[in-house]
C-alpha cells in the first residue's frame, strides 16, 4: 500500500470501514473507531486525521450520509522509527503505514522482547500484532510451553490453540507433543474425545501374538499416527471392515499404508475368492503397491508356475516380468520351471 491515494469509507454505529486505493490494482480496507478520527467533514469538502504511534494519516473529501471518500496521505513519525530502530527493527517507509494501519506500537515489541523473544524483525511482528497475540496469550502459552518458538505462536493464535487444549491433548497421553504436531492436531480437529475413539477403535486385540511377531507398533498411538488417520480419515468403520474379514491385529502403520494405497475389504475378498487365504497385512500392501490382482496371478498360473508365492508375483511385476515377457523368452529357448529363474533373467537384461 502506497503512503497516498484514494480513500473510500462506509460508516456502521461506532465505526468507519475505509479502502485505501492506491491504484487500478491496490486496495487495502480496515475498520477504525470513529472516536479515532477527528471531525469529519459533513455535506462539505474538509479535511480530518487519524494519528497513531507509527504516524498520522490525513484526509481530504467529504461525507454524505454515511459514505464518504476523497484523498488521503500518511505522514510517518520519525520518532517511531527510531524508537523501534532501539528494539532492533528496521521500518522502511512502506512498512510504516503497514505498523500504523495494525496500530503496533513500541510497547509491542518490547513486550516480545521481555518474553525472550529476542533479534526481532518486522516479518514477525506484523501477523504477531494482526492476530493480537498478547501479553496475557503469551504467558498462558508458555504455561504448557516456556521454550515456545516465535513463528509457533502465529499458527497458534490462528488456530485457536491455548493452553487448555495442550493440557487436554497432553492428559490424553501425549506428554510430549511438540508444538508443530499440537498445531497438526488442531488443524485436523484432533481433540481427546477423538483421541479416546481413535485408542478404542485401534485396540490390539491379540496383544501377544503381535509382540512375538511382526506388528511390534500395534500398540504405539504417536501423535505422527493420529495425525496421519484423520488426514487420511481412517475411522472405526473403516478398521472394524478389515476386522471382519479376520485382521484383528492390524498395526497402525500397515493401516495407513493400506488406506493410502486403497486396499479395500473387496480387493481383499478378491483374493480370498481366488483361494488366498489369510495373506497378511503386509503382503496386501506389497500386491497392491504393485497393482497385482488376482486375475495376473491367473495369468501366470496359466503359463505352468502353480508353485510360487505370491511374493513372487510382487517381485515379478516390479520388475517388469511380465506374462508377455516370460512368453517371449521362451520362444528364444528360456524354458525355466521356476518364475524366480525370469525375474533373475530379467535383472540381468535390465542392467
Do not use: C
Not at 9 to 32: G, L, P, R
Not at 74 to 96: C, H, I, P, Q, W
Not at 118 to 130: E, G, R, S, V
Not at 180 to 191: E, F, P, R, T, V
Amino acid at each position: 500500500m502506497k503512503t497516498d491515494g484514494n480513500w473510500f469509507a462506509v460508516i456502521k454505529n461506532n465505526t468507519v470501514e475505509i479502502t485505501f486505493k492506491s491504484d487500478e490494482d491496490s486496495s487495502s480496507s480496515h475498520t477504525f473507531q470513529l472516536s479515532e478520527l477527528s471531525s469529519i467533514p459533513r455535506d462539505k469538502e474538509g479535511e480530518f486525521t487519524l494519528t497513531r504511534e507509527a504516524g498520522t494519516m490525513s484526509f481530504t473529501g467529504k461525507f454524505e450520509g454515511e459514505r464518504g471518500m476523497g484523498t488521503y496521505k500518511f505522514t510517518s513519525n520519525k520518532e517511531y522509527s527510531t524508537a523501534m530502530r532501539k528494539e532492533g527493527v528496521e521500518l522502511k517507509e512502506n512498512d510504516l503505514i503497514v505498523f500504523f494501519l495494525i496500530n503496533i506500537k513500541v510497547s509491542y515489541a518490547q513486550m516480545l522482547k521481555k518474553n525472550g523473544f529476542k533479534d526481532l524483525d518486522k516479518d514477525q511482528i506484523i501477523p504477531l500484532a494482526a492476530l493480537e497475540v498478547d501479553q496475557a496469550y503469551i504467558t498462558s502459552i508458555k504455561k504448557s510451553i516456556p521454550d515456545i518458538d516465535l513463528e509457533n505462536l502465529v499458527p497458534f493464535k490462528s488456530l485457536g490453540i491455548d493452553n487448555a487444549f495442550i493440557e487436554e491433548i497432553r492428559n490424553s497421553g501425549y506428554k510430549d507433543v511438540s508444538p508443530g504436531n499440537i498445531i497438526a492436531l488442531k488443524s485436523q480437529g484432533i481433540d481427546a474425545k477423538y483421541i479416546n475413539d481413535f485408542r478404542s477403535s485401534t485396540k490390539n486385540e491379540n496383544k501377544a501374538e503381535n509382540k512375538s511377531s511382526k506388528n511390534e507398533d500395534d500398540d504405539d498411538d504417536s501423535d505422527d499416527n493420529i495425525i496421519a488417520f484423520k488426514a487420511l480419515n481412517i475411522d472405526k468403520a473403516f478398521i472394524d471392515s478389515f476386522k471382519a474379514l479376520g485382521y484383528n491385529n492390524i498395526s497402525k502403520s500397515d493401516l495407513i499404508a493400506m488406506k493410502s494405497l486403497n486396499v479395500t475389504p473387496e480387493y481383499i475378498k478378491s483374493f480370498q475368492n481366488a483361494g488366498y487365504k489369510n495373506i497378511e497385512a503386509e503382503n496386501l500392501i506389497a500386491l497392491k503397491s504393485q497393482e497385482v490382482t488376482p486375475d495376473l496371478v491367473n495369468e501366470y498360473k496359466s503359463l505352468g508356475f502353480d508353485d510360487f508365492d505370491l511374493e513372487e508375483i510382487v517381485g515379478a511385476k516390479a520388475t517388469g516380468t511380465t506374462p508377455s515377457y516370460i512368453k517371449s523368452m521362451r520362444s528364444k529357448g528360456y524354458n525355466f520351471k521356476s518364475l524366480d529363474r525370469y525375474i533373475a533373467l530379467k535383472a540381468l537384461a535390465a542392467n
